[in-house]
C-alpha cells in the first residue's frame, strides 16, 4: 500500500510541533517550514501524533488516493464509546489481531505442515471476517481508502497460497512464513492506525450532528455484529463494555498520540514521502 506523508508549506506557519514531537522524522528549513527528513525515523506512534498535533493542520497523509487529515482522526475515542454496532466489530477484530499475531510470531521453520495449517485456517477466518465487516465500514469512510486495505487482503493471501504450496519445504516455508508475518503485520498496523480511527471519528461527528442511523449495518454477519442487538436497546448495555483501547489491538493510548504508520520509503513532491 502506497502511503505518503506531505507536508503543505503553503499552510505551515513554522509552530514546530511536529519537530517536537517526532524530532527524528521531520525538522524545519531557513524558513522554519516544515520538512520530513525521515519518515522511518520515529515510532510509528509519534508520526501520527505529529499529524494531529499541528496547529493549521498543515500534514496529512495520502493512503490509497485518499487524503488523511488530523479532522479525520479527531475525536475518535468519543466514537469507540458509542453504542453503534461497528464499534464491537471493530473490537472484535482487534482481538483477532492479536491472537493471528501472536501465533505467526510462535510459529518457527521448525514447526512442520500441520502447524502451518493451523496457521493459515486462522488467516484465511480473519480475512473473510475482515472483508465482511469492509462493507459496514464502507459506510463510514472513503470507499477508495478501504479499497486500498483490500488490496492488503490480496497480499496476504498470495502469501497464504505460497505457504501452502511450499508447506513440506523446511526453507522455503519459513521463507513463506516470514513474508506472511510481514503482510499480515503491514496490514494490521494500518488498520489500527489509520482505517478503524477514521471510521470511529466519522462516527462520533455524524452523532454529534444527530445522525447517529448509518447505512450499511446489514452488511455485518452474525458473528461479525456480536453485540448489536444490546447496542440497539437502551438500557440493556452494561457497564462492561471494552475500553477503546481494545479497537486499537488492545494498546491503550491517547487519541493524539495513537499508533500511525510507519512508510518505507521517500521521494521528494511538495515536500512528501512515499511508502
Known amino acids: ?21 517526532a524530532p527524528r ?4 528549513d531557513s524558513d522554519a517550514k516544515a520538512v520530513v527528513t525521515d519518515p522511518r525515523g520515529e515510532p510509528e506512534e509519534r508520526i501520527l501524533h505529529a ?13 490509497g488516493g485518499t487524503v488523511v487529515a488530523a479532522d479525520d482522526l479527531k475525536d475518535w475515542a468519543h466514537g469507540a464509546r458509542s453504542d453503534h454496532p461497528i464499534v464491537p466489530v471493530l473490537e472484535q477484530l482487534g482481538e483477532d489481531h492479536h491472537e493471528l499475531q501472536t501465533a505467526l510470531s510462535a510459529t518457527g521453520p521448525a514447526d512442520g505442515p500441520e502447524r502451518v495449517d493451523e496457521i493459515s485456517s486462522l488467516a484465511r477466518a480473519h480475512l473473510r471476517l475482515e472483508g465482511e465487516a469492509y462493507a459496514a465500514i464502507t459506510a463510514l469512510v472513503d470507499p477508495q481508502l478501504v479499497d486500498a486495505f483490500e488490496a492488503n487482503h490480496r497480499v496476504i493471501d498470495e502469501a ?10 523446511p526453507v522455503r516455508r519459513g521463507r513463506a512464513m516470514s513474508r506472511l508475518a510481514t503482510a499480515v503485520g503491514d496490514h494490521i498496523r494500518l488498520e489500527e492506525t489509520v482505517l478503524f480511527p477514521i471510521a470511529l471519528a466519522t462516527l462520533a461527528r455524524r452523532q454529534s450532528s444527530g445522525r447517529a442511523a448509518l447505512t450499511g449495518d446489514q452488511a455485518l454477519t452474525p458473528r461479525v455484529g456480536a453485540g448489536s442487538q444490546a447496542a440497539d436497546a437502551p438500557g440493556d448495555r452494561t457497564a462492561t463494555r471494552k475500553s477503546e483501547s481494545s479497537v486499537n489491538g488492545r494498546r491503550s493510548h491517547d487519541e493524539s498520540s495513537s499508533s500511525a504508520v510507519r512508510p518505507t520509503a521517500a521521494t521528494s513532491s511538495k515536500n512528501s514521502t512515499k511508502a
Open 1 to 21: 500500500m502506497d502511503v505518503e506523508i506531505r507536508v503543505d508549506r503553503t499552510r505551515c506557519i513554522g509552530s514546530g510541533q511536529c519537530v517536537f514531537v
Open 25 to 28: 522524522a521531520f525538522d524545519q
Open 51 to 63: 499529524v494531529t498535533a499541528c496547529p493549521v493542520q498543515a500534514i496529512a497523509l495520502h493512503i
Open 160 to 169: 497464504l497460497d505460497e505457504l501452502a504450496a511450499h508447506g513440506a519445504d
